[in-house]
């Protein structure tokens, strides 16, 4: 599953993933990593089985953990055109049968790519 | 030559029969009024274009000519050339408006003293790319308020100088949508050769072929429907926004003779609904309004019934390359409207994801719409106080000075191996009195570039082979690009020149800024 994380500006510097990663034996994979002037961001995938465990490690060494929703499409907004489908380099928004436009949360690696491409600025990034 | 004889003969008699089965399509089998007066009845019947697409393939247009009243067809699109005239009545004192803003959008006010024209690409001076026109129009049909400034010169009869308030579309005499060119009849597919992102009105386009979009309904669009226009001309009562609009001549751009027609419309937008009249934003483009539209086509013949069963495989449409920026973009290939809505369709050998920029559940939603209000007695069909022309084509713009393009500007460029070495580089940039030597292989094809500098730095630091020192993700046009294009690019990368390639970068010439700048000094003086 995937989960977020968000480090407060002082902790940037501090190894917290690989820590984690030794600590719980666990395969953890970087999809996105950001640091900016208000911290740092990091997208994971984690094993599903190890995910409590993990995500209470992670917490225990300060990092914040967002777990759930990553990316919305706002109903009233879609017109279900698909643009972001062509935009999607792994495939999280697809059309349905009847071209409505479906949504794989799981699959969303929040790369932005559609963000800026649909027309009625109905996709949305938690945390952005 | 008895042979021959007797073959003239067998191809007129075929002739005859094919033009007599033409005639027969085109025997009218019912009239408008009498479908009318079905509809009156409750017995009309009426089936979406793509219920007829599947009738006429599966019974012949003949049985479906019989059976059938009323086609509805649909698109939801995004559709710059759309606007509204509103009218806001008159405050006291009176003001002649000179300057009229609505949410911070400028309107065109260049008629009546309290009229004025808003057009949906407008974009907000402050929030460009993402709120305007198109966004102003459906903030009124949903009912919101909208900021309304204005300001005036003051004149006798219209003394009052500005006026700030609140309206609603409730408050507005009229509110009339008016859309110069709506609903063409088929679009081209656009996808990106270049290698870096564009922004287009086409959508975000990936580079290298990476995506594409195209616009259009296919099969259920309203003029692919009656490619002749039989039935669809001035007068002809329609669905616009999610109401009643009508037909009032041909758009602008109308292109009859290539299968590009259009329509001018217009409706009342105070009873028009937001689903089917969506502001919309592109990036680094601009803004628009995405309209539903759709128009109910009688079957009054069996002309008719075929026209309306076209299915998506019988619409085609060109792949065009929106990464050169002319007039005429490059046609990549042809395709139809059923490989399009399949989602791939392949472009230099590449599987290449495609989508609509328009939405095809809406269109079959107003196609529905429009079946039900007919089956429910809310709708009667026109017949056309005139038609549309058929005969027309679009002109480009007679412009009396010209951009020069690549191919005619470009200069010889000095050229070199990968072999070579910095001495000879040296020698060649003092001798052709140049900055940039490309380096090229066997086959002429573009592998790097090397500048006066990079020789320099080669010198300073002791470096002594090419492939250490040349850039090799070098800049490059196309000889069919415009001047334009190089100035862009040449400030956008903050690099001196840039060299022309082909499509298989093979090298052709080069562009520098010393070029750049002695044309348009020239141009400038002119």
């Not at chain 2, 009243?69 to 649909?74: E, Y």
């Not at chain 2, 630091?461 to 000889?479: A, F, H, Q, S």
């Amino acid at each position: 599953m995937k989960v977020e994380l968000r480090f407060s500006t002082e902790r940037v510097s501090e190894p917290i993933i690989s820590s984690v990663i030794l600590q719980e034996k666990a395969q953890i994979n970087i999809l996105r990593a950001q640091v900016s002037e208000d911290g740092g961001r990091v997208l994971l995938e984690v094993p599903d089985n190890q995910a409590d465990e993990i995500i209470k490690a992670f917490r225990k060494l300060g990092a914040e953990v967002i777990v759930g929703k990553i990316i919305e499409i706002i109903e009233d907004k879609c017109i279900e055109c698909g643009h972001c489908i062509t935009l999607c380099p792994v495939n999280a928004i697809f059309f349905e049968k009847d071209y409505s436009i479906g949504l794989d949360e799981q699959k969303c690696i929040q790369c932005d790519s559609c963000l800026d491409a649909c027309p009625t600025r109905a996709i949305k990034l938690y945390g952005e | 030559m008895e042979y021959l004889r007797h073959k003239n003969i067998n191809v007129r008699k075929i002739h005859n029969k094919l033009q007599q089965k033409r005639n027969l399509q085109l025997e009218n089998i019912r009239t408008i009024e009498e479908i009318n007066e079905k509809i009156r009845k409750g017995d009309v019947n009426v089936v979406t274009a793509e219920e007829m697409v599947e009738l006429v393939r599966e019974k012949g247009s003949t049985i479906a000519a019989k059976d059938v009243d009323v086609v509805t067809t649909g698109t939801f699109g995004a559709m710059c050339s759309s606007g509204a005239f509103l009218n806001f009545g008159h405050s006291d004192p009176p003001i002649k408006m000179e300057n009229l803003t609505l949410n911070g959008v400028n309107t065109y006010h260049g008629n009546a003293a309290v009229d004025c024209y808003l057009g949906v690409t407008k974009m907000h001076p402050e929030k460009p790319f993402e709120y305007g026109g198109g966004h102003v129009l459906e903030d009124l049909v949903s009912g919101k308020e909208i900021e309304l400034e204005a300001a005036g010169y003051g004149t006798d009869c219209y003394p009052r100088k500005y006026l700030k308030t609140i309206i609603t579309l409730q408050d507005l005499n009229q509110a009339i949508l008016c859309n110069p060119r709506n609903a063409y009849q088929r679009y081209a597919t656009a996808t990106n050769g270049r290698d870096e992102i564009i922004y287009t009105y086409m959508g975000k386009l990936l580079p290298n072929f990476g995506n594409a979009t195209f616009s259009g309904s296919g099969s259920l669009s309203p003029l692919s429907k009656d490619p002749n226009y039989e039935t669809i001309g001035i007068g002809t009562r329609i669905f616009l926004g999610g109401s009643i609009g009508y037909v009032i001549g041909e758009g602008t751009q109308h292109s009859p003779t290539n299968k590009f027609g259009t329509i001018m419309v217009k409706g009342d937008l105070g009873k028009m609904r937001p689903e089917f009249l969506k502001g919309a934003a592109f990036t680094r483009y601009g803004t628009s309004l995405y309209v539903g539209l759709g128009i109910p086509i009688p079957i009054l013949n069996e002309g008719l019934a075929k026209k309306t069963g076209v299915s998506d495989e019988d619409l085609k449409t060109n792949v065009l390359d929106y990464g050169i920026a002319r007039r005429d973009r490059p046609v990549l290939k042809e395709t139809n409207y059923a490989e399009l809505k399949s989602g791939k369709i392949v472009i230099d050998n590449k599987e290449v994801s495609v989508t609509p920029l328009s939405s095809i559940k809406k269109a079959r939603e107003i196609a529905k719409i429009l079946k039900e209000w007919i089956e429910k007695t809310q709708f009667f069909l026109t017949a056309p106080v005139d038609r549309l022309p058929v005969d027309t084509i679009v002109k480009p713009m007679k412009v009396v000075s010209r951009i020069p393009f690549v191919n005619e500007i470009m200069e010889n460029v000095v050229t070199c191996n990968l072999n070579d070495n910095i001495d000879v580089l040296a020698k060649k940039i003092i001798d052709n009195n140049v900055n940039h030597i490309a380096v090229i292989d066997d086959n002429d094809k573009l592998l790097g570039i090397i500048t006066s500098f990079d020789i320099t730095k080669a010198i300073a630091t002791g470096k002594k082979g090419l492939e250490e020192i040349m850039t090799r993700n070098v800049i490059t046009v196309y000889p069919e690009e415009s001047v334009d294009i190089c100035a862009t690019k040449l400030e956008k990368y903050n690099i001196s020149a840039l060299p022309v390639v082909d499509r298989s970068n093979k090298l052709k010439g080069i562009i520098t800024s010393e070029k750049i700048s002695s044309l348009l000094g020239r141009i400038g003086l002119r």
